[in-house]
């Protein structure tokens, strides 16, 4: 038995590094398509067998979405039989298969290598609904991994690093995919009306036959590093006592608190855990609204449109290199979730949440307003840092600290299924209508489509902030166990 009493930094590090790799994996698997998207939508368009609509590309730049709301709504089954580390490698195995597949859909069919067909459009749709539930399992189960390993006093920070990983990642896949584009170019699409579009001629036939499938091919690398480094960290020692492994949590718990606050954590882990088999409603009805309505408005405040078609969003502005913008608007997003991990122990999870959501208003109004306008460029660039910015610092990481610290033990992993179950959900509804909403003409060339998408963005940012003041609790400095005790009043 582990008899220090300070407990191993060390320990803990490695620990939340290696999940957070799911973080990672998570923002690659979401992004990858950011940079692959027209080379795909260029390579559909050469089917003969059917006509690939704008709808079709909407779908099947989202298709991994159905595949995240299919793997949250089954973490929290997985969590609860098997352990969270158990569900983490199986989430990791079917990310890996999921980037080779999308690299390569013709490699277990009968289809002919690189001629596009109906037949291989629902393989390859088939093999991203396949890493949406990886990516659904690990947006749930890591940060309640984390959440259920981690201190109290650090719990929100090292929650926080998760977000901070799926930023990362999605910076690493926009320098992955500029790296694999280097000289060639993306094709040049162009809607030729009634939901339909077509390849500019004179398009780098090398991004439409192949830059594509290593960008997703890419993905294989962490994937497969993620799903060996998984299997070599411990189950929490909350799912250890629940499951009666007391000796085995009491050995995780000392390693990382010390033996004698270990042994207290694991006094007052019992006292919760074995309280009695609680419905997901035995807190109330509040408890879980309020973990659906902070998922739902993490979505609904439009931020993966603009991370997942950023570099179409920036050619649509007139940048002469959307992809070096794009990878310039990762840095700022990565550097402003740091701004979270270091704050959000100090100042509180409301006070972010809020001005988060006030600051995204003012960038998405001030979108709305100024886009498609050459002489205020500038200012629509800003807005939409601004806008992001203000994200990462606020709804990004905050809610995955709320959602992996926000529930009672006895109905943790139910209640965390049925949050990021909506989140994906309503994350598949923006992302799947942000192009047909923001290309809406009422007359030629009238722009009605982006004003109206980012000032509806933004509406939803007030709304946002409202309801966090009125409703949303502040869990700064409570344990996992306090919270039946905040609920039951």
Same mark, same amino acid.
């Given at each position: 038995?582990?008899?220090?009493?300070?407990?191993?930094?060390?320990?803990?590090?490695?620990?939340?590094?290696?999940?957070?790799?799911?973080?990672?994996?998570?923002?690659? @698997?979401?992004?990858?398509? =950011?940079?692959?998207?027209?080379?795909?939508?260029?390579?559909? #368009?050469?089917?003969?067998?059917?006509?690939?609509?704008? %709808?079709?590309?909407?779908?099947?730049?989202?298709?991994? &979405?159905? +595949?995240?709301?299919?793997?949250?709504? &089954? =973490?929290?089954? *997985?969590?609860?039989?098997?352990?969270?580390?158990?569900?983490?490698?199986?989430?990791?195995?079917?990310?890996?298969?999921s980037a080779y597949g999308s690299m390569d859909p013709e490699t277990? +069919?009968?289809?002919?290598?690189?001629?596009?067909?109906?037949?291989?459009?629902?393989?390859?749709?088939?093999?991203?609904?396949?890493?949406?539930?990886?990516?659904?399992?690990?947006?749930?189960?890591?940060?309640?991994?984390?959440?259920?390993?981690?201190?109290?006093?650090?719990?929100?920070?090292?929650?926080?690093?998760?977000?901070?990983?799926?930023?990362?990642?999605?910076?690493?896949?926009?320098?992955?995919?500029?790296?694999?584009?280097?000289?060639?170019?993306?094709?040049?699409?162009?809607?030729?009306?009634?939901?339909?579009?077509?390849?500019?001629?004179?398009? @780098?036939?090398?991004?439409?036959?192949?830059? $594509?499938?290593?960008?997703?091919?890419?993905?294989? %690398?962490?994937?497969?590093? *993620?799903?060996? #480094?998984?299997?070599?960290?411990?189950?929490?020692?909350?799912?250890?006592?629940?499951?009666?492994?007391?000796?085995?949590?009491?050995?995780?718990?000392?390693?990382?608190?010390?033996?004698?606050?270990?042994?207290?954590?694991?006094?007052?882990?019992?006292?919760?855990?074995?309280?009695?088999?609680?419905?997901?409603? =035995?807190?109330?009805?509040?408890?879980? /609204?309020?973990?659906?309505?902070?998922?739902?408005?993490?979505?609904?405040?439009?931020?993966?449109?603009?991370?997942?078609?950023?570099?179409?969003?920036?050619?649509?502005?007139?940048?002469?290199?959307?992809?070096?913008?794009?990878?310039?608007?990762?840095?700022?997003?990565?550097?402003?979730?740091?701004?979270?991990?270091?704050?959000?122990?100090?100042?509180?999870?409301?006070?972010? #949440?809020?001005?988060?959501? &006030?600051?995204?208003?003012?960038?998405?109004?001030?979108?709305?307003?100024?886009?498609?306008?050459?002489?205020?460029?500038? %200012?629509?660039?800003?807005?939409?840092?601004?806008?992001?910015?203000? /994200?990462?610092?606020?709804?990004?990481?905050?809610?995955?600290?709320?959602?992996?610290?926000?529930?009672?033990?006895?109905?943790? +992993?139910?209640?965390?299924?049925?949050?990021?179950? /909506?989140?994906?959900?309503?994350?598949?509804? %923006?992302?799947?209508?942000?192009?047909?909403?923001?290309?809406?003409?009422?007359?030629?060339?009238?722009?009605?489509?982006? $004003?109206?998408?980012?000032?509806?963005?933004?509406?939803?940012?007030?709304?946002?902030?409202?309801?966090?003041?009125?409703?949303?609790?502040?869990?700064?400095?409570?344990?996992?166990? @306090?919270? =039946?005790? #905040?609920?039951?009043?």
């Amino acid at each position: 038995m582990y008899q220090n009493e300070t407990g191993s930094k060390t320990y803990l590090a490695g620990i939340v590094m290696v999940a957070v790799l799911g973080g990672l994996l998570f923002g690659y @698997d979401t992004a990858v398509i =950011s940079g692959a998207e027209k080379g795909l939508q260029a390579f559909f #368009l050469g089917a003969k067998d059917f006509q690939y609509t704008d %709808v079709m590309h909407g779908f099947t730049s989202s298709s991994a &979405l159905i +595949g995240c709301i299919i793997g949250s709504a &089954l =973490s929290g089954l *997985f969590a609860e039989r098997f352990g969270r580390k158990r569900s983490l490698i199986f989430a990791g195995i079917c990310f890996f298969i999921s980037a080779y597949g999308s690299m390569d859909p013709e490699t277990f +069919g009968i289809m002919t290598k690189g001629e596009p067909t109906w037949n291989l459009l629902i393989v390859f749709n088939c093999y991203r609904v396949l890493g949406g539930i990886g990516v659904g399992m690990a947006s749930a189960i890591c940060p309640m991994y984390i959440g259920e390993i981690a201190p109290s006093d650090k719990r929100g920070m090292l929650v926080s690093f998760n977000q901070f990983a799926i930023i990362f990642g999605q910076l690493v896949v926009y320098f992955v995919n500029f790296i694999i584009l280097g000289e060639h170019t993306n094709p040049v699409i162009e809607s030729i009306g009634q939901g339909f579009s077509q390849v500019v001629p004179n398009s @780098d036939p090398w991004t439409i036959a192949t830059g $594509w499938r290593y960008m997703f091919g890419s993905e294989c %690398v962490p994937a497969g590093l *993620f799903t060996l #480094l998984i299997c070599f960290v411990p189950e929490t020692p909350r799912y250890l006592a629940k499951i009666g492994q007391d000796d085995k949590a009491l050995s995780v718990l000392a390693r990382i608190n010390g033996a004698s606050k270990g042994a207290q954590i694991l006094t007052d882990i019992k006292n919760t855990v074995t309280e009695k088999t609680e419905k997901l409603m =035995s807190y109330g009805f509040m408890c879980i /609204f309020v973990g659906i309505m902070l998922s739902v408005f993490q979505q609904a405040v439009g931020i993966n449109a603009v991370l997942y078609y950023a570099p179409r969003i920036f050619a649509d502005m007139g940048m002469d290199n959307p992809m070096v913008v794009t990878v310039v608007m990762g840095i700022v997003n990565i550097s402003f979730t740091l701004v979270a991990v270091f704050t959000v122990e100090k100042l509180g999870r409301k006070p972010l #949440l809020i001005s988060g959501s &006030l600051g995204m208003a003012l960038g998405a109004f001030g979108v709305a307003i100024t886009f498609g306008n050459p002489a205020l460029e500038m %200012v629509t660039m800003i807005s939409l840092m601004l806008y992001a910015a203000c /994200f990462m610092f606020s709804w990004g990481p905050i809610c995955w600290v709320y959602i992996a610290e926000l529930f009672p033990n006895t109905i943790r +992993g139910g209640a965390t299924a049925i949050a990021v179950a /909506f989140q994906w959900i309503f994350n598949f509804i %923006v992302s799947s209508t942000f192009v047909p909403m923001f290309n809406i003409e009422l007359t030629k060339g009238d722009g009605f489509g982006h $004003w109206f998408t980012y000032g509806l963005y933004g509406l939803i940012c007030v709304i946002a902030a409202a309801f966090v003041w009125k409703l949303v609790p502040e869990t700064k400095g409570k344990t996992l166990e @306090d919270m =039946s005790k #905040l609920w039951r009043k």
